[in-house]
């Protein structure tokens, strides 16, 4: 069974301060991809990370892909209060249409 | 230009009652998918469906839960005599007939419909 672990579960931190969540496998995945869920709405899709070793910037947010495909990291600089929400990794194996999707990290970021 | 719309956007429905929850796909997809929040945790998986054909619904419960996804109009989450414990966000997300440029299976999400039984 694919799975993928987020850590840490929970992070509450101060307005300023840098964070890294981890998005971690022991499977290969053909892409990966990062969401930020609000309260009260879905999640809206961040970034879509293909290749091995692959770094993407999207302002503040780094997100990394793992050399091996197996895990990501998502990199946050000088937090903000409106970085709050639920980070959710979500892996597609292949040809299989069905995303395998880690449980999340709740961030508060607190002014 | 509107994204995958679901309503509705809450619902109350007693024990035994049934809810229905809908779900109009983004202009251009061709593929529904279900899935079940409850507080503080992340998105289960429930079905994923085409027009008119049912994929995958290994996320589904065997009884009292059904979907469908017609030929015309919204995909339908159905839930039958329905308890306390079916309360949840369920989150509906439509995605195009084939990958974006880079394969990987993108989905656009509704804003969920939130289903409180009493």
């Known amino acids: 069974t694919q799975l993928l672990e987020q850590s840490p579960q929970f992070l509450s931190i101060q307005e300023g301060e840098n964070l890294t969540v981890y998005c971690n496998s022991s499977?290969?995945?053909?892409?990966l991809q990062w969401y930020r869920q609000e309260p009260g709405e879905g999640p809206v899709l961040l970034v879509t990370?293909?290749?091995g070793g692959e770094v993407k910037k999207l302002k503040r947010l780094t997100f990394q892909f793992g050399d091996a495909r197996k895990d990501s990291s998502l990199h946050i600089t000088a937090a903000q209060p409106g970085d709050t929400g639920l980070y959710l990794c979500?892996?597609?194996?292949?040809?299989?249409?069905?995303?395998?999707w880690g449980l999340g990290t709740s961030l508060a970021v607190n002014p | 230009n509107a994204g995958v719309m679901q309503n509705p956007r809450h619902l109350v429905r007693r024990r035994g009652q049934e809810a229905r929850l809908r779900c109009s796909p983004m202009k251009g997809h061709s593929h529904v998918y279900w899935y079940r929040q409850l507080p503080e945790e992340g998105l289960k998986f429930m079905v994923y469906l085409q027009k008119e054909n049912i994929i995958d619904e290994s996320g589904m419960p065997k009884e009292r839960f059904s979907a469908e996804f017609p030929k015309e109009g919204p995909s339908i989450l159905r839930i039958q005599q329905v308890v306390r414990g079916d309360s949840a966000a369920y989150f509906c997300?439509?995605?195009?007939?084939?990958?974006?440029?880079?394969?990987?299976?993108?989905?656009?999400f509704g804003a969920g419909s939130r289903l409180t039984v009493l």
């Open positions: 997300a439509s995605s195009p007939r084939t990958g974006s440029l880079s394969g990987a299976n993108v989905l656009t």
């Open positions: 990370v293909v290749t």
């Open positions: 979500a892996g597609n194996a292949g040809n299989n249409r069905k995303l395998i």
């Open positions: 499977s290969v995945f053909s892409s």
